[in-house]
């Protein structure tokens, strides 16, 4: 399934853990990764940017955190990133370049690529956001099935197996997601789709769509 990839989905050149995706081909393989990957990538880092602030978190010297932020690490949030008021990040989490993460923000085990934007009531669990992708207030990433059971992605008619229990969506670069809508376990966008607010998807959407509500997909003009 060559579109569900991380070459499909995702320019490389805008995120700081563009090391870590070129060693997988899908990007939910990334998921059980983060955290060691960040702790080890965190030594690493040029110390006349960032700062490391508390015990496995660095931040850059030009992010911007609110006093309200709750931060817990291993947590890496690069250069000229945002974190309004009352954000919530519950570490193995990097933030891109840019970024911002809102009010009342929840972010969990997740990769948010250079200039997303999630800055309304939002909760990212165990997701990959790419390049300047965007999501209206409310929206949310389920990452866990009621049944606990493994995630699987459909795509073309096809079940593909992830391997793994928890897992949100898997966003594409330029998307937008509407306020409201509900990415179900399993959700994979392809890059420069719409997604209409109070949404409920599932499943792979196209790139280059338009999605409308469940079984009404169209390609933008």
């Known amino acids: 399934m060559e579109k569900l990839t991380v070459k499909k989905l995702y ?4 995120t700081i853990a563009k090391s870590l995706f070129e060693s997988i081909t899908y990007p939910w393989e990334a998921l059980p990764l983060i955290k060691d990957y960040v ?40 250069e000229n990133a945002e974190i309004r008021h009352c954000a919530f990040i519950r570490g193995s989490a990097i933030v891109g370049k840019g970024a911002v993460v809102g009010n009342s923000t929840e972010l969990k085990n997740s990769i948010l690529f250079d200039n997303v934007q999630v800055p309304h009531y ?12 965007h999501t209206g207030a409310g929206v949310i990433a389920s990452n866990l099935k009621s049944d606990k059971t493994l995630v699987t992605v459909f795509c073309d008619g096809e079940k593909v197996e992830t391997g793994v229990k928890k897992f949100g969506a898997m966003i594409g670069d330029f998307v937008e997601v509407g306020c409201n809508s509900v990415m179900n376990p399993g959700t994979v966008i392809g890059k420069n789709s719409n997604v209409y ?7 792979y959407v196209e790139e280059g769509s338009i999605y409308k509500r469940q079984g009404e997909v169209v390609k933008k003009r």
């Open 11 to 14: 320019d490389l050149d805008h």
């Open 122 to 133: 939002n909760y990212v669990g165990d997701s990959i956001y790419g390049y300047k992708s």
């Open 197 to 203: 607010p109070l949404s409920f998807v599932r499943g």
């Open 39 to 78: 702790l080890k990538l965190g030594d690493t880092l040029d110390s006349s940017k960032f700062d490391k602030i508390a015990d496995d978190i660095w931040v850059a010297k030009s992010a911007t955190i609110a006093p309200s932020a709750s931060l817990n690490g291993p947590l890496i949030i690069d």
